[in-house]
């Protein structure tokens, strides 16, 4: 069994604490991992709009988000000031690639792309990632070489900018294998790795998934489809901090049934060496389970 982890790194406190967790728990097991930061204003508090999506009041009611993310950051944007994550973060930023991680952009403003994106014109779009770009050069001194979108939020427009980015591959998708995306007739260029487990909040706190069973539904799920490379997505507020003991057994249990940790960008080469047997598949919104509103996927 082949695993790739991707760490989404949404807010100021994720990339301060959970992070560095993350680093230590990784190299307890040998574990690789693509570590994509927000790198612009943490305006996490703004998210409260998200209280009209359907199934959002369900979701925040069983994963305990207050305990996990904390107050502070709860209020970041709206009665405290948004603090910047780039530049309060540098230090933490680099200690990442030193350990010898994968580094990528998950955006400038999280909130924005999130809650945003669908009616953004094509400049507002190519402002976000010019930012998260030019914030990204300056922390590590090269440019970024993958992006995963917050939200597994994508539009035709966001994929014109990331091929005009010249990434190597992005993640912004759910389910399936990798593929080139296909908007409203047009095939976009840069190839798209999903991530294909469920993420730990899509499961915590249903009554069918108590956290004693997850790790153990997590290796089923791989076995089920040993032959798949799958790409887990996980948060450094979730997985480094509120439910880091939970991820910490999931390591283990996947260290001792012999999964093989991969590279994202390892992967995307060893796809893009065959590039012409990626399929095209069409890209389009849809509902995952345990998550409220909907994400990009591709077309059954």
Same mark, same amino acid.
């Given at each position: 069994?082949? *695993?790739?982890?991707?760490?989404?790194? %949404?807010?100021?406190?994720?990339?301060?604490?959970?992070?560095?967790?993350?680093?230590?728990?990784?190299?307890?097991?040998?574990?690789?991992?693509?570590?994509?930061?927000? *790198?612009? !204003?943490?305006?996490?508090? #703004?998210?409260?709009?998200?209280?009209?999506?359907?199934?959002?009041?369900?979701?925040?009611?069983?994963?305990?988000?207050?305990?996990?993310?904390?107050?502070?950051?709860?209020?970041?944007?709206?009665?405290?000031?948004? !603090?910047?994550?780039? #530049?309060?973060?540098?230090?933490?930023? +680099?200690?990442?690639?030193?350990?010898?991680?994968?580094?990528?952009?998950?955006?400038?403003?999280?909130?924005?792309?999130?809650?945003?994106?669908?009616?953004?014109?094509?400049?507002?779009?190519?402002?976000?990632?010019?930012?998260?770009?030019?914030?990204?050069?300056?922390?590590?001194?090269?440019?970024?070489?993958?992006?995963?979108?917050?939200?597994?939020?994508?539009?035709?427009?966001?994929?014109?900018?990331?091929?005009?980015?010249?990434?190597?591959?992005?993640?912004?998708? +759910?389910?399936?294998?990798?593929?080139?995306? #296909?908007?409203?007739?047009?095939?976009?260029?840069?190839?798209?790795?999903?991530?294909?487990?469920?993420?730990?909040?899509?499961?915590?706190?249903?009554?069918?998934? !108590?956290?004693?069973?997850?790790?153990?539904?997590?290796?089923?799920?791989?076995?089920?489809?040993?032959?798949?490379?799958?790409?887990?997505? *996980?948060?450094?507020?979730?997985?480094?901090?509120?439910?880091?003991?939970?991820?910490?057994?999931?390591?283990?249990?996947?260290?001792?049934?012999?999964?093989?940790?991969? +590279?994202? %960008? %390892?992967?995307? +080469?060893?796809?893009?060496?065959?590039?012409?047997?990626?399929?095209?598949?069409?890209?389009?919104?849809?509902?995952?389970?345990?998550?409220?509103?909907?994400?990009?996927?591709?077309?059954?």
């Amino acid at each position: 069994m082949r *695993l790739v982890l991707k760490v989404d790194v %949404d807010t100021d406190r994720g990339t301060r604490e959970g992070v560095p967790n993350l680093l230590s728990d990784l190299a307890e097991v040998g574990a690789s991992a693509c570590f994509l930061f927000s *790198l612009g !204003p943490d305006q996490t508090g #703004r998210a409260i709009s998200r209280v009209f999506r359907p199934g959002f009041f369900k979701k925040v009611s069983r994963t305990s988000v207050v305990q996990i993310y904390g107050l502070r950051t709860l209020l970041n944007g709206t009665l405290l000031p948004a !603090p910047h994550i780039g #530049r309060r973060n540098t230090d933490v930023m +680099r200690s990442v690639r030193d350990a010898g991680y994968e580094v990528g952009i998950h955006c400038h403003n999280h909130y924005r792309w999130q809650d945003y994106l669908e009616r953004m014109s094509l400049a507002e779009v190519r402002a976000e990632l010019v930012a998260a770009r030019a914030e990204f050069l300056r922390v590590f001194g090269v440019e970024a070489r993958t992006a995963g979108a917050p939200g597994w939020q994508s539009t035709a427009k966001s994929r014109e900018v990331y091929d005009d980015a010249n990434f190597l591959y992005v993640s912004d998708t +759910r389910g399936g294998g990798p593929f080139f995306p #296909r908007i409203g007739g047009k095939t976009f260029k840069t190839l798209e790795i999903p991530s294909t487990l469920p993420t730990f909040d899509e499961l915590m706190g249903r009554p069918e998934y !108590p956290d004693h069973t997850i790790v153990a539904h997590y290796l089923g799920l791989m076995k089920a489809d040993a032959a798949r490379t799958q790409v887990f997505t *996980l948060h450094a507020e979730i997985e480094g901090m509120g439910r880091r003991g939970l991820f910490q057994n999931f390591l283990a249990a996947c260290n001792l049934a012999g999964v093989e940790f991969i +590279r994202m %960008d %390892d992967y995307a +080469r060893e796809l893009l060496a065959n590039r012409a047997a990626i399929p095209v598949r069409d890209q389009v919104m849809g509902a995952i389970d345990g998550r409220s509103g909907v994400v990009a996927v591709q077309a059954a």
